[in-house]
Every structure is written in C-alpha cells, then in structure tokens.
T-cell receptor, first 112, second 110 residues
Framework: NAGVTQTPKFRVLKTGQSMTLLCAQD?????MYWYRQDPGMGLRLIHY???????AKGEVPDGYNVSRLKKQNFLLGLESAAPSQTSVYFC???????????FGPGTRLTVT | KQEVTQIPAALSVPEGENLVLNCSFT??????LQWFRQDPGKGLTSLLL?????REQTSGRLNASLDKSSGRSTLYIAASQPGDSATYLC?????????FGTGTRLQVFP
C-alpha cells in the first residue's frame, strides 16, 4: 500500500514550457486535491476533484489545468510555465470531506 | 473569509518538556480540524483529526483539543523528544476546502 505518490519529484522548466504532474493513490479515495506550498504563504488549494471525471477550482487555479480520468489518478498541467509557478506541489486524497487528507511527498518545481 | 493563525511561529525547547501549540481560526462554522506534521523537504503527515462535534482527540503523546465557539485548537505534546522536531500545521475545513495555517516550527534539543 503506497498511499499517495507523485511523479516527478523534481523538475526544472524554462518559461513558456509545459508539463504534467501525476498523482496516484491506491486507497480508493473519492476526493483528490492539488496544493502549492510557498514560503510564508502556507499551503493553497489549486484544484480538486470529488470523484472520477470531476474537477473544481480552488483558491489559486489560474495557469493550471487538471484532469481525473481514472479514480486513482489526478493530473496537474501547466500549459505555459511562469516563474511565479516555482513552488512545491503537493497532492492529497481523502475518502470523503469528513475524513482526513493524506498527502504525497511533493514535487519541487523551478521555472527559470 | 476563513483565516487560520498559528502561534508561535517557531519554538525551541529542551527534551522532556510538555508543549502546547496554538491554532486559531476566524470562522467557527467548520466541519473539522486536522493537525499535520511536516519534516523538512517532505510531505505532510496527518496526526489528528477532530470533527466539529468533538472536543478532543488523542494519539500517543499527542492530544488535540477544539473549542469551536472561540475559534481555537491546541496541540499538546507530552514529554517532547528530538524526533518531534518538525513543522506542525493545523488546517480547518470549511465546506469542501481545507484552509491551512502557516505552521509552528518546533525544535527539541537533547
């Protein structure tokens, strides 16, 4: 039981490049989330999903897109990376709103 | 808009001390509150989850309390150890979102 895994662990992009971050969970959770963590700002919700095929905007969705084609996977895309997107990205999942969230190890992204 | 504040921002204590970390929130209409631990360069590990109808939760040396009406939660760590050194985050759930505080960075020295 791996829990929540994220791929890749590190990435460096140039401004304007695109990439996709993959999150996978093996706990059969319905809810999945993408956060970014920046110094002094705490964790902020980017997008989330309440089930397969659904997505919704969080607190800071601009510049990101997501897809949840399979229940166990939640993809975060950056179509045209900007230096302001340099951050650590965390994926999380939970069974329902009432249950605790479990986090992945994070992806450190640098945009130059 | 819900705001979550954690005080102190940093804390350094000798091993063996009992600690209290504080979390306050501005909107008492929460569903639950969760405490996490984050080690440097790592993800978040869930410590305790308190539902809005509960007053406290305990796990080993950790005890978390919740006073919804006053917008406060405390995390009590008994007999602290160097292995407890980490950043501790609280997060409250309003509707479908978790709102995080910026954390308390704890260092326990031998």
């Amino acid at each position: 039981n791996a829990g929540v895994t994220q791929t890749p662990k590190f990435r460096v992009l140039k401004t304007g490049q695109s990439m996709t971050l993959l999150c996978a969970q093996d706990m059969n959770h319905e809810y999945m989330y993408w956060y970014r963590q920046d110094p002094g700002m705490g964790l902020r919700l980017i997008h989330y999903s309440v089930g397969e095929g659904t997505t919704a905007k969080g607190e800071v969705p601009d510049g990101y897109n997501v897809s949840r084609l399979k229940k166990q996977n939640f993809l975060l895309g950056l179509e045209s990376a900007a230096p302001s997107q340099t951050s650590v990205y965390f994926c999380a999942s939970s069974q329902t709103l009432a249950y605790e969230q479990y986090f992945g190890p994070g992806t450190r992204l640098t945009v130059t | 808009k819900q705001e979550v504040t954690q005080i102190p921002a940093a804390l350094s204590v000798p091993e063996g001390e009992n600690l209290v970390l504080n979390c306050s929130f501005t909107d008492s209409a929460i569903y639950n509150l969760q405490w996490f631990r984050q080690d440097p360069g790592k993800g978040l590990t869930s410590l305790l989850l308190i539902q809005s109808s509960q007053r406290e939760q305990t796990s080993g040396r950790l005890n978390a309390s919740l006073d919804k009406s006053s917008g406060r939660s405390t995390l009590y760590i008994a007999a602290s150890q160097p292995g407890d050194s980490a950043t501790y985050l609280c997060a409250v759930r309003n509707t479908d979102k978790l709102i995080f505080g910026t954390g308390t960075r704890l260092q326990v020295f031998p």
